[in-house]
């Protein structure tokens, strides 16, 4: 059964930072790209990052310069480091997968709660 299992949200304060963990299960993560979409309350779906799979050449793994993705295909799992965050970056953040950062989302985790607040 396919699962992706988001971590590490949490309150924290306005220029901080926080690592979201993300376990795949069911499937090799190294099959297929990754990345983070986030939800702030009352607005759209915002994707951020995207790390591709090996041969393809579509990652985009930074955004704005303080959030980047890894991933630790061993460990089938892969992490947004966020820095500096700021009370706008407060969202739901969503691990996801596709075939390849050119297509479409094809499974979503269940979310992760970040509050920045003081």
């Known amino acids: 059964q396919v699962r992706l299992e988001e971590s590490g949200g949490g309150l924290v304060q306005p220029g901080g930072s926080v690592r979201l963990s993300c376990v795949a299960s069911g499937f090799n993560l190294e099959d297929y790209a990754v990345g983070w979409v986030r939800q702030a309350p009352g607005k759209g779906r915002e994707g951020l990052v995207c790390d591709d799979k090996a041969g393809f050449g579509s990652s985009t793994k930074t955004w704005r310069g303080r959030f980047t993705i890894s991933r630790d295909n061993a460990k089938n799992t892969h992490y947004l480091q966020m820095n500096n965050l700021q009370p706008e970056d407060t969202a739901v953040y969503y691990c996801?997968?596709?075939?390849?950062?050119?297509?479409?989302?094809?499974?979503w985790g269940q979310g992760t709660q970040v509050t920045v607040s003081s």
């Open positions: 996801v997968r596709a075939e390849i950062c050119a297509y479409n989302w094809d499974f």
